[in-house]
């Protein structure tokens, strides 16, 4: 009878598995009327770095400028995504993380990508499938990936990497690294199962894994309010019992922050955590998407007063961390690597058709059985 009064009572102590814990530290603030946006003053970040995060914003948007050009020139196959007017989630909570520790991003996080030390020409090559992109043309767009520069090529199915990320840190911790795991997913990949699971079990298992789930207000056509009754999609961290945040995804250093405190949380080995970013696709799923679904001056809304390379330009020149030369130097420096890697891209040659059979499974073990064919013909 004793013991089962104290068993109550420490029961009673624990916090209640549904309370919610969502820290709203980082979460979009309303400014005054006509007044313009900037970005949180509260860093620690150096000056150095916040104009290496401008590089990246910055060249994340241009090269998707310059592929939206190639595919015009239909010099691109398959779809082109673009992640404009969400550069500054991908970039800042990927600027977070140490070298060792991997992401898998999704299709808006190009600047996770750039972050993890991919190089634009890889980008322009993989989008072209040409033989000396990342994939050798077997696949497209983001679908490649980088194991030795931490980078997990995502599948198509929304969710799947979720579990797949949570797999890898539970194999890093038997190997006794303390790396860390960055899952991107959009607001409708986090109504699967998959994302479900995956989140579950890393939770269970307080694995560092962080997931940064994007409410871009659509999937495809789809309102984010028609297929999740959640507000916020942070509040699901009380489904794990892990503890959730919501962060201004426009703004580049929010997202930084954020992300930051949550890999320092993750490292420590407490576990896994929700980051809900809040920004907005201003593009169609893809190019080929028009749009016609989207109510009249929305987009122009956020271009006009959220746009995050604008306000990270200027919080840049408020606090006197850059003139506006020394942006205009970047951007320049940016677009020469771009143009000069674009070229590079296009004059490089489309795979043969030999190289199909490889890199797909083990060769030393499953030989390619279609060789003598194609020698053949
Ligand atoms: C399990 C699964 N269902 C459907 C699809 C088709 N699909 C690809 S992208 C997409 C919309 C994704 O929306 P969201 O997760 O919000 O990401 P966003 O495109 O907004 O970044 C859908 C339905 C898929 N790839 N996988
Ligand atoms: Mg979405």
Redesign the pocket.
């Known amino acids: 009878m004793p013991e089962e009064k104290t068993q109550r009572r420490n029961t009673n102590r624990r916090r209640p598995a549904f309370q919610m814990r969502i820290n709203t530290k980082y979460a979009p603030r309303k400014v005054p009327e006509g007044q313009a946006r900037s970005c949180i003053k509260d860093t620690s970040l150096t000056h150095k770095q916040m104009l290496e995060l401008y590089r990246y914003l910055k060249l994340t948007r241009l090269v998707e400028e310059r592929i939206v050009n190639l595919y015009r020139q239909t010099k691109v196959v398959g779809g082109v ?1 673009r992640s404009l007017g969400q550069e500054a989630t991908a970039v800042g909570s990927a600027y977070a993380l140490r070298k060792d520790d991997f992401i898998t991003p ?3 996080d190009l600047g996770s990508v750039f972050v993890k030390g991919v190089r634009p020409r890889e980008i322009f090559a993989q989008y072209m499938a040409k033989a000396w992109g990342p994939s050798g043309g077997k696949d497209l767009n983001v679908h490649f990936g980088y194991m030795d520069r931490g980078f997990i090529g995502p599948i ?5 990497m979720i579990p797949v990320m949570t797999g890898i840190l539970l194999g890093a911790r038997m190997q006794k690294k303390d790396i860390v795991g960055l899952a991107y ?6 109504s ?1 199962g ?1 994302f479900y699971e995956g989140m579950n079990f890393a939770a269970v298992q307080r694995l560092p894994l962080i997931v940064i789930a ?1 409410f ?1 207000h ?3 056509s789809t309102p ?1 309010s028609m297929q999740t009754a959640v507000r916020n999609l942070a509040e699901r961290a009380a489904a794990f019992g892990i503890p959730g945040y919501i962060v201004d995804g426009n703004d580049v250093i929010a997202c930084y922050e954020v992300t930051k405190q949550a890999v320092d949380h993750a490292r420590k080995g407490h576990g896994a955590v929700l980051i809900e970013a809040k920004t907005y ?1 201003r593009k169609g ?1 893809a190019e080929h998407d028009d749009q016609r679904y989207i109510p009249e001056g929305e987009i122009e809304d956020w271009e006009k007063h959220n746009d995050p390379v604008d306000r990270f330009e200027k919080f840049l020149l408020d606090e006197k961390i850059a003139t506006r030369e020394k942006l205009d130097e970047i951007t320049a420096d940016v677009m020469r690597e771009i143009d000069e890697d674009s070229t590079w891209a296009e004059s490089s040659p489309m795979p043969e058709a030999e190289g199909a059979v490889y890199g797909v499974f083990d060769n030393s073990i499953v030989p390619p059985a279609f060789r003598p064919k194609v020698l053949e013909n």
């Open positions: 995504y999704i299709i808006r198509s199915h929304l969710g799947d997913i959009g607001d409708g990949g986090s699967t998959a994007e871009n659509y999937a495809y984010t696709r799923h």
